[in-house]
T-cell receptor, first 116, second 108 residues
Framework: GAGVSQTPSNKVTEKGKYVELRCDPI?????LYWYRQSLGQGPEFLIY????????DSGLPNDRFFAVRPEGSVSTLKIQRTERGDSAVYLC??????????????FGEGSRLTVL | DAKTTQPPSMDCAEGRAANLPCNHS???????VYWYRQIHSQGPQYIIH???NNETNEMASLIITEDRKSSTLILPHATLRDTAVYYC?????????FGQGTTLQVKP
């Protein structure tokens, strides 16, 4: 079966522009997570959806970052007024339950964002 | 979530067992120990998890001390393809918090 799919795989944009990154989770997975990873660092948690709602958005760095999952499947991470410091690999993961002590996440290959 | 401590890097000879340690001295009673790995330019991959008992699957074994304050991931016969960053994570809320992990280099 298909894994977690992320598009685009690479995105180059200019400072100040708006960017959308898309994640298609594994079919039937109710939980969806966004992480970002800078070079040489471990993945940094951004936001977690349980169904359509954001169950935990404590990792979003500021109000330029926003994520939606309107139908409980596909999710879009939106970044407004991009800054050079936003350059990173943005990882999406999904899991069957997303409840406590259910940490078997399936990750996509990531979207590499470069802000010039 | 409890914090974990891992050595930044380790080497292992191909075909030998790789033993990756992790300290999690502040782990709570309902928190699991998870191991993930990340091969260069790929997303993290789940390996194994456990609560109290030792666990084994087709990829690895997980040994958790009786006091649960530390654990060891064992790759029984390391191959060159096992070269990766290995993350030990303590999770109690469904949200995985990654540290820096251990970079394992398997050498021929």
């Amino acid at each position: 079966g298909a894994g977690v799919s992320q598009t685009p795989s690479n995105k180059v944009t200019e400072k100040g522009k708006y960017v959308e990154l898309r994640c298609d989770p594994i079919s039937g997975h109710t939980a969806l997570y966004w992480y970002r990873q800078s070079l040489g660092q471990g993945p940094e948690f951004l936001i977690y959806f349980q169904g359509t709602g954001a169950a935990d958005d404590s990792g979003l760095p500021n109000d330029r970052f926003f994520a939606v999952r309107p139908e409980g499947s596909v999710s879009t991470l939106k970044i407004q007024r991009t800054e050079r410091g936003d350059s990173a690999v943005y990882l999406c993961a999904s899991s069957v339950l997303g409840q406590a002590n259910t940490g078997e996440l399936f990750f996509g290959e990531g979207s590499r964002l470069t802000v010039l | 979530d409890a914090k974990t401590t891992q050595p930044p890097s380790m080497d292992c000879a191909e075909g030998r067992a790789a033993n990756l340690p992790c300290n999690h001295s502040t782990i709570s009673g309902n928190e699991y120990v998870y191991w993930y790995r990340q091969i260069h330019s790929q997303g993290p991959q789940y390996i194994i998890h456990g609560l109290k008992n030792n666990e084994t699957n087709e990829m690895a074994s997980l040994i958790i001390t009786e006091d649960r304050k530390s654990s060891t991931l064992i790759l029984p016969h390391a191959t060159l393809r096992d070269t990766a960053v290995y993350y030990c994570i303590v999770c109690g809320t469904g949200k995985l918090i990654f540290g820096q992990g251990t970079t394992l280099q398997v050498k021929p």
